[in-house]
T-cell receptor
């Protein structure tokens, strides 16, 4: 079935380190891909998205490129800050499934000063 | 503009009791979704309303769960009777349209603990 797999956490980095959170997907159709972020005590927020192959989503210094050939959507940031500490969720939507988001298990990121 | 709100933020109940969760979507959003995250696992889809109609309820775990959206505004999710495995965080989301180009806006979630 359709699914999303992301690297397990928790991930602990020092401030200004480079971040990669891997995300791969399995989909029967042609999905749109998303990264959501949940900061402590808050709801999920859309971080970035990409709707077709080779699209790059970007926001707040984070980037992810839709790679159809490797079915991946890895999240990257060149220099993390303490304020980036949160749980990150990779997700997909299939066009024929009415907007139902399929999520990965989430990756907790902790950035130390 | 107010975001998606959920009530209560936390609920602790005994096994066998009933709990009702409420979600108020962003005004004007016809699409309303319920999701659940159990024990730090992935967030799973429960169901999807378009206005007051259930478009997809394929994720509802069993008939102890009942969702309503009377009048196409706020929605309730009732669990009756609650079981231990129902513990988790219940998220509500809303969107204008559906599909890959319409952003779903999430509420802060309701943390349900069944003892």
């Amino acid at each position: 079935g359709d699914s999303v797999t992301q690297m397990e956490g928790p991930v602990t980095l020092s401030e200004e380190a480079f971040l990669t959170i891997n995300c791969t997907y399995t989909a029967t159709g042609y999905p749109s891909l998303f990264w959501y972020v949940q900061y402590p005590g808050e709801g999920l927020q859309l971080l970035l998205k990409a709707t077709k192959a080779d699209d790059k989503g970007s926001n707040k210094g984070f980037e992810a490129t839709y790679r159809k050939e490797t079915t991946s959507f890895h999240l990257e940031k060149g220099s993390v800050q303490v304020s980036d500490s949160a749980v990150y969720f990779c997700a997909l939507i299939l066009y024929n499934q009415g907007g139902k988001l399929i999520f990965g298990q989430g990756t907790e990121l902790s950035v130390k000063p | 503009e107010a975001g998606v709100t959920q009530f209560p933020s936390h609920s602790v109940i005994e096994k066998g009791q009933t709990v009702t969760l409420r979600c108020d979507p962003i005004s004007g959003h016809d699409n309303l979704y319920w999701y659940r995250r159990v024990m730090g696992k992935e967030i799973k889809f429960l169901l999807h309303f378009v206005k007051e109609s259930k478009q997809d309820e394929s994720g509802m775990p069993n008939n102890r769960f009942l969702a309503e959206r009377t009048g196409g505004t706020y929605s309730t999710l009732k669990v009756q009777p609650a079981e231990l495995e129902d513990s988790g965080v219940y998220f509500c989301a809303s969107s204008l349209g559906q599909g890959g180009t319409d952003t779903q806006y999430f509420g802060p979630g309701t943390r349900l603990t069944v003892l």
